[in-house]
């Protein structure tokens, strides 16, 4: 006989393959911390938001399915923002929750329309239900085997998500036979077969295009083909647009890369995407930041080929593809590449998106130039630290201006990661994120890149790094509050300002002076000659360290698409390709094929 929470750290632990999870421990789970405790070595964050995007930092870095354990009431509750971004961005990790005793849930009387029954009782499942792949109340001790394999399946299998099991204390502690417990029996995995995959019509489709783009999503890595991904590249000059969600997908310096595509993306990613006339899109599910308001006029001049594993984003209502074929990468690709074999699309093309890449590059965009004297650009500032950064450097971003600017300049390298949560964007994200990823990947060296505004939400997690000595390099990017919202405001309320800076109510403390008191080294780029050497004193610091980088509070984010404020109060979104600060009609002109 085994008591039931030991028998999940240990299944964890040995079938699974699990070496590490994220906790804050509660009555409520006390079973459940004791096993965890004894049988996986984890991490104790500060709050159970921190916990949850700790686990999609760990799996985003490792690959591997992350464990999150936490008690019942506002300890599930504080979860949820976590649990909605590896929702939308497809990340796989189980949340074990402790409950009260099953007699004191709701659960056990549901034919009454009770608010709550158990003291610190709620009815997390049905929280959780819709944000989930697969949510339950393990009610019966033999069914633990059950749910368990169950949640790990779901977890990692097809379209990858979050899923939940909550375990009331009296079936926490209970003892159980392992040789009578229920079983799960995963279905067989069907392996649609390449005229199904209709492989060898889009490989003609592509070959018979004058201008075929491919665009590489964030499911090839989710799926784990990025290695054959490029191995299809290195037999094409087709060329490769990336997205928000997978733009480290291929190097900046690649043959075949086109840019940047979407809302917030580049200009050249979005003139070639807008002169294509046939696109195949890899795992990315063309979300709203990336078509845009104006999603009708999306690739408009283009066959859209779409390959996904859930049916249901080839379905929705903004652009449907010509033809949509919903399958796994893991299928589609190697049958696809032997389909397709080596081929050459017309030079001329290849080379037209090639030099819009160089034309409206860094160097070539004159908002991103440092102003002598004046504070520190931060596009100048993250494409020097790219620079600076080894390839196998892993960066991980805050929402706003880290990830904004970032997609805009990063100089991906061939093995360089960088990621953020794209459905969700939630400050905060930056340094749970970024205990995860340095929890998955103990050798590598990870950066983080935060702003004033996104640190603050979880900032208690920088005792979580002193605690464990966890070597992360934090830059802060100080712009006077949220910048981003500023922006917003600026353009679209005469200027006024509310709870977005210190004008309206927003400050942010000195953070040299916070991680002094966390006992983290700290340094200040104030000034631009310093660019260089406070970069390379940051990242070759042996331990954890934060340099606050003194940002120009006045940037805009550009080029970026900008609705129009029509006089009826309605917004108007122009098509991808005329991004602001808009281009003289001439060149406009020049960057599109007749």
């Known amino acids: 006989m085994i008591k ?32 965890f405790g004894r049988y996986i070595p984890y991490t104790a964050n500060h709050h159970e938001q921190a916990c949850a995007i700790a686990g999609e930092g760990y799996a985003r870095a490792g690959g591997k399915l992350a464990v999150v354990n936490v008690t019942t009431g506002p300890g599930g509750l504080n979860c949820l923002n976590g649990v909605f971004g590896q929702w939308t961005d497809s990340i796989g990790v189980l949340y074990v929750s402790g409950q009260v005793k099953f007699r004191t ?25 819709h944000l989930t792949k697969y949510a339950a109340m393990v009610r019966e001790p033999r069914d633990i085997k059950y749910h368990l394999d169950r949640a790990v399946y779901e977890a990692m299998s097809g379209r990858r998500g979050p899923v939940w099991l909550d375990i009331p204390m009296d079936v926490q502690s209970a003892m159980i036979d392992e040789d009578n417990l229920r079983e799960f029996v995963p279905p067989a995995e069907r392996v649609p077969d390449a005229e199904e995959m209709r492989v060898a019509q889009i490989a003609e489709r592509l070959k018979a295009a004058k201008r075929p783009l491919m665009v590489a999503g964030h499911g090839i890595r989710l799926a784990g083909m990025r290695r054959q991904f490029m191995e299809l590249l290195d037999k094409t000059n087709i060329p490769v647009a990336t997205t928000f969600n997978g ?15 979407g809302s917030m993306g580049q200009r050249a990613g979005n003139f070639n995407l807008q002169n294509a006339d046939c696109i195949l899109f890899l795992g990315t599910r063309n979300n ?24 249901a984003e080839l379905e929705k209502p903004l652009v449907r593809p010509d033809l949509a074929v919903c399958a ?100 905060g994200y930056d340094l749970p994120a970024a205990i995860g990823a340095q929890r998955a990947l103990p050798s590598s060296r990870i950066v983080c890149l935060t702003g004033d505004g996104s640190i603050m939400m979880n900032i208690q997690e920088l005792q979580t790094i002193a605690h464990n000595r966890l070597p992360i390099k ?42 002094r008191a966390f006992k983290i080294k700290s340094v200040r780029l104030e000034n631009p000659e310093e660019l260089d050497a406070k970069i390379r004193e940051t990242l070759s610091c042996a331990g954890p360290l934060l340099c606050q980088v003194e940002c120009d509070p006045d940037y805009i984010f550009v080029p970026k698409l900008s609705a129009r404020r029509l006089p009826d109060g309605s917004m108007q979104s122009p098509p991808l390709e005329d ?3 808009f281009l003289d009609r001439a060149e406009f002109e020049k960057n599109i094929v007749k």
């Not at 329309?113 to 239900?129: A, K, T």
């Not at 919202?485 to 005469?494: C, S, W």
């Open 247 to 261: 733009f480290d997908t291929i190097p900046t310096g690649h043959k075949n890369y086109a840019g940047r595509i």
């Open 4 to 35: 039931l929470s030991d028998y999940i750290a240990k299944r964890l632990s040995r079938r699974y393959g699990v070496e590490h999870a994220f906790m804050v421990s509660g009555g409520g789970a006390m079973h459940l911390n004791d096993s």
């Open 474 to 515: 934090i830059f802060v990017m100080n712009n006077g509050g949220y910048s981003s919202i500023k922006q917003t405001q600026n353009n679209f309320f005469d200027g006024r300002m509310t709870a977005c800076g210190a004008t309206s109510g927003v400050t942010t403390p000195d953070f040299c002076d916070v991680a």
């Open 105 to 129: 849930t709701l659960a056990y009387c549901p034919e009454l329309p009770l608010r709550q029954l158990g003291d610190q009782e709620v009815d997390i499942v049905s929280s959780v239900r």
């Open 579 to 581: 991004m602001y600060p």
């Open 288 to 311: 709203i930041r990336q078509v845009s308001y104006n999603w009708e006029n999306f690739a408009r001049r283009a066959f859209k080929i779409a390959v996904d594993i859930d049916a």
């Open 328 to 427: 796994d990468l893991r299928h589609f690709l190697p049958a696809f590449a032997e389909a397709f074999g080596a081929f050459d699309a017309d030079a001329k093309w290849a080379r037209f998106c090639r030099d819009l890449v160089e034309k409206y590059s860094f160097k070539n965009t004159p908002e991103y130039a440092q102003k002598p004297g004046g504070k520190i650009n931060i596009y100048n500032f993250i494409h020097r630290l790219t620079e600076l950064a080894s390839a196998d450097d892993v960066f991980v971003c805050a929402n706003g201006s880290a990830c904004v600017a970032s997609f805009g300049v990063f100089e991906v390298k061939d093995g360089s990661r960088m990621f953020w949560n794209s459905g969700d964007a939630s400050m």
